[in-house]
C-alpha cells in the first residue's frame, strides 16, 4: 500500500530561521511528488512538482528537492507570512490519483 | 469568477437531510474531483471525474453520490449523513486526467452533521 508520512507535525520557528520539513514515501512507482501550501479555512495551493531524484525546485524562500526516498521542502529566513500547513503527495499508478501526507503545519513568529 | 469555486462554504445539517455541495471550475479543466479532509488525516480521495465520466469511486458510502453535468460543473449529493462525516470537502480540477498532477483545489465546504 502507498504510504507518505511527514514530519514533523508542527514546526514553531523564529523569523528568519530556517529549517526544513520532510517527506517520506513508500509507493510503487513513482510518477511525481508534489508540495501544497494550506491556509486555514483555505484549499490546498500548489507549489512544486518534482519527477527523478537529484530534482531541486526553488520559489521565494522555499526550496524543494527529492531523493529516491524523501522529499524535503527547505524554508530559509522565513517570515510570519509562511505560516501555513505544508502538505506533500506522491502521484502513481496511472490516471491522476494522489497520496497525501498528513501535513506540517508551520508557525513562524517574529 | 476565477479557480475553483465551491458553494456552500459552511453547512449544518442533521442526520436525515438531505443537502449538495456544488463546485464550478473556471479553468477550462477536463477533470475534477472531491476530496475530503478530516482533522489529522491525509486527504482522501472520494471520486474522480474524467470528461464528465466517473474513472474513480474509491469505495464511499452510497449516502455520497456525485454528479457532473459538464466538464465545469460537480455536485456532491448529500442523504443520511453520519457525524463522522463531518469534514471539509474539497473539490479540485486538472487539465487531464491522465498525464498531469497540478491539481487546483477549492476553498473547500466544511459540513457539520449533527
Known amino acids: 500500500e502507498d504510504q507518505v508520512t511527514q514530519s514533523p507535525e508542527a514546526l514553531r520557528l523564529q523569523e528568519g530561521e530556517s529549517s526544513s520539513l520532510n517527506c517520506s514515501y513508500t509507493v510503487s512507482g513513482l510518477r511525481g511528488l508534489f508540495w501544497y501550501r494550506q491556509d486555514p479555512g483555505k484549499g490546498p495551493e500548489f507549489l512544486f512538482t518534482l519527477y527523478s531524484a537529484g530534482e531541486e525546485k526553488e520559489k521565494e524562500r522555499l526550496k524543494a528537492t527529492l531523493t529516491k526516498k524523501e522529499s524535503f521542502l527547505h524554508i530559509t529566513a522565513p517570515k510570519p507570512e509562511d505560516s501555513a500547513t505544508y502538505l506533500c503527495?506522491?502521484?502513481?499508478?496511472?490516471?491522476?490519483?494522489?497520496?497525501f501526507g498528513t501535513g506540517t503545519q508551520l508557525k513562524v513568529e517574529l | 469568477e476565477t479557480g475553483v469555486t465551491q458553494t456552500p462554504r459552511h453547512l449544518v445539517m442533521g442526520m436525515t437531510n438531505k443537502k449538495s455541495l456544488k463546485c464550478e471550475q473556471h479553468l477550462g479543466h477536463n477533470a475534477m474531483y472531491w476530496y475530503k479532509q478530516s482533522a489529522k488525516k491525509p486527504l482522501e480521495l472520494m471520486f474522480v471525474?474524467?470528461?464528465?465520466?466517473?474513472?474513480e469511486n474509491n469505495s464511499v458510502p452510497s449516502r455520497f453520490s456525485p454528479e457532473c453535468p459538464n466538464s465545469s460543473h460537480l455536485f456532491l449529493h448529500l442523504h443520511t449523513l453520519q457525524p463522522e462525516d463531518s469534514a471539509l470537502y474539497l473539490c479540485?480540477?486538472?487539465?487531464?486526467?491522465?498525464?498531469?498532477?497540478?491539481?487546483?483545489f477549492g476553498e473547500g465546504s466544511r459540513l457539520t452533521v449533527l
Open positions: 503527495a506522491a502521484r502513481t499508478g496511472g490516471g491522476n490519483k494522489l497520496t
Open positions: 479540485a480540477s486538472s487539465q487531464d486526467y491522465g498525464n498531469t498532477g497540478e491539481l487546483f
Open positions: 471525474y474524467s470528461l464528465e465520466e466517473r474513472v
